[in-house]
């Protein structure tokens, strides 16, 4: 996919955390308010501009008590966010429906087009959602192409909400469900090599999940390249891009997919409850009605999604997310995350006993990266690691379960952090490699 080429040749030079660490920064050191100062010069330079983006990082209020490497659950808001957000529910409250009938549908309809414009789509494509997983939900549950003994198809990365959505569809039709294992270590030929065999050893595959950037390891699929091999065997696909926009640079085009789901709360910095479904111009025949909504016509996306009424104040603050990432610019922030990643692997890749899931392909991997100590993959095992990293270390990870090959520790840096904050967690991991 051409978003990963954008800073694949920053992230493809970028040294271990061997070299000389900068002196941490104050973080308090500007008010909230305080621009940021254009990108100069490369990416490369600019993901190793320290003095850059400790002004990106005085933009969020963050807690002293962790050293927190796990942005990926929830993305946070940074301070000029933050405070649109209170103004946004202030507003709301005091002008309660007056506001809420006679003003917010506008915003609404502005904060739709914002997101489209974002993720390069058009505004009827997209419907709000609270989260990925509501808008994917609804399009694997509500997706109507699928006969006795057709064969659906997802994989041991995707996420464990949406395998159990595709096995309750595959009950329901009375189809095989097919599920693939993504190999350890991948590679952008092993994957497509996977992918074709499975499909071509299922003719009658009609609806394939894929994941484009993982909850569990990380690992960015060539979703582009997978749609196009599935859709030539006329096979609908639809992609769980929960991580992807605001990780890295991404458009719909990109991926090729007729029906996505994608949250807004997570890399973008939106409130939490911002998710979108998006289904391509012409395919919503593929999509039965939302519990039979008529409040919407057939031919609108609204009617295939009924949340109620939404968080007025969440939806009003998406634009003021969107402005605060375009600020900083996807393709400086993509390089930012990769250079912090890969500060902290290419410290411990060669370490015994440490076991990087992620390759080193620029267009495989992002921000974030699985890993498990001397190849134990058992629940409790991983449990134990991250707990042993926030007691003993003041480093908070998360663990991931589901894949194949046993469960791992999800690491998942973001704007705030720091090189030093790398540096903290390689030295970590080494000293609990030595342990045995």
């Given at each position: 996919?051409?978003?990963?080429?954008?800073?694949?040749?920053?992230?493809a030079v970028v040294p271990s955390a061997a070299g000389a660490t900068p002196?941490?920064?104050?973080?308090?050191?500007?008010?909230?308010?305080?621009?940021?100062?254009?990108?100069?010069?490369?990416?490369?330079?600019?993901?190793?501009?320290?003095?850059?983006?400790?002004?990106?990082?005085?933009?969020?209020?963050?807690?002293?008590?962790?050293?927190?490497?796990?942005a990926g659950f929830f993305g946070m808001m940074a301070q000029p966010v933050l405070e649109a957000y209170h103004r946004h529910i202030d507003r709301v409250n005091s002008e309660s429906s007056y506001f809420a009938r006679r003003e917010y549908p506008a915003m609404f309809r502005t904060a739709r087009e914002r997101v489209a414009a974002f993720v390069g789509a058009k505004p009827t494509e997209l419907a709000f959602s609270r989260n990925a997983t509501e808008a994917l939900q609804a399009l694997i549950g509500q997706y109507n192409r699928v006969q006795p003994g057709d064969t659906i198809m997802y994989a041991d990365l995707d996420y464990n909400a949406m395998q159990w959505?595709?096995?309750?569809?595959?009950?329901?039709?009375?189809?095989k469900v097919v599920t693939l294992n993504i190999p350890e270590p991948a590679s952008h030929d092993n994957i497509l090599a996977l992918y074709t065999t499975a499909l071509a050893a299922n003719p009658r595959t009609k609806l394939l999940l894929?994941?484009?950037?993982?909850?569990?390891?990380?690992?960015?699929?060539?979703?582009?390249?997978?749609?196009?091999?599935?859709?030539?065997?006329?096979?609908?696909?639809?992609?769980?891009?929960?991580?992807?926009?605001?990780?890295?640079?991404?458009?719909?085009?990109?991926?090729?997919?007729d029906f996505v789901g994608l949250n807004l709360h997570k890399w973008v910095?939106?409130?939490?409850?911002?998710?979108?479904?998006?289904?391509?111009?012409?395919?919503?025949?593929?999509?039965?009605?939302?519990?039979?909504?008529?409040?919407a016509p057939l031919d609108r996306i609204e009617s295939r999604i009924h949340t109620g009424t939404t968080h007025f104040a969440t939806v009003m603050t998406?634009?003021?997310?969107?402005?605060?990432?375009?600020?900083?610019?996807?393709?400086?922030?993509?390089?930012?995350?990769?250079?912090?990643?890969?500060?902290?692997?290419?410290?411990?890749?060669?370490?015994?006993?440490?076991?990087?899931?992620?390759?080193?392909?620029?267009?495989?991997?992002?921000?974030?990266?699985?890993?498990?100590?001397?190849?134990?993959?058992?629940?409790?095992?991983?449990?134990?690691?991250a707990a042993t990293l926030h007691?003993?270390?003041?480093?908070f990870t998360f663990q991931r379960t589901g894949l194949a090959n046993g469960d791992c520790v999800r690491v998942t840096p973001t704007l705030y952090n720091t090189p030093a904050d790398a540096?903290?967690?390689?030295?970590?991991?080494?000293t609990i490699a030595a342990r045995g």
């Open positions: 996919m051409k978003s990963a080429a954008i800073f694949g040749a920053a992230a002196p941490p920064h104050d973080r308090s050191a500007l008010p909230s308010s305080a621009p940021l100062t254009p990108h100069p010069g490369a990416l490369y330079d600019v993901a190793r501009d320290e003095a850059y983006w400790t002004q990106v990082a005085a933009k969020y209020r963050i807690t002293p008590r962790t050293t927190n490497l796990e959505a595709m096995n309750a569809l595959a009950a329901r039709c009375q189809a894929l994941t484009h950037c993982n909850n569990k390891t990380g690992l960015l699929l060539p979703v582009g390249e997978i749609t196009a091999l599935a859709k030539a065997r006329g096979v609908d696909v639809i992609v769980d891009a929960a991580h992807s926009f605001g990780q890295v640079p991404l458009t719909m085009a990109d991926m090729g997919a910095g939106a409130p939490v409850g911002a998710g979108a479904l998006y289904i391509r111009e012409g395919c919503l025949s593929a999509i039965d009605r939302a519990h039979a909504d008529e409040s998406i634009p003021e997310a969107i402005d605060f990432q375009l600020s900083i610019g996807m393709p400086q922030k993509a390089a930012r995350l990769r250079y912090l990643r890969d500060r902290w692997v290419h410290a411990v890749r060669e370490v015994k006993g440490v076991n990087i899931l992620t390759p080193e392909d620029a267009t495989l991997t992002g921000a974030i990266t699985g890993f498990r100590m001397h190849q134990r993959g058992t629940g409790d095992a991983n449990r134990a690691l007691d003993e270390f003041g480093i540096d903290k967690l390689a030295a970590a991991l080494r």
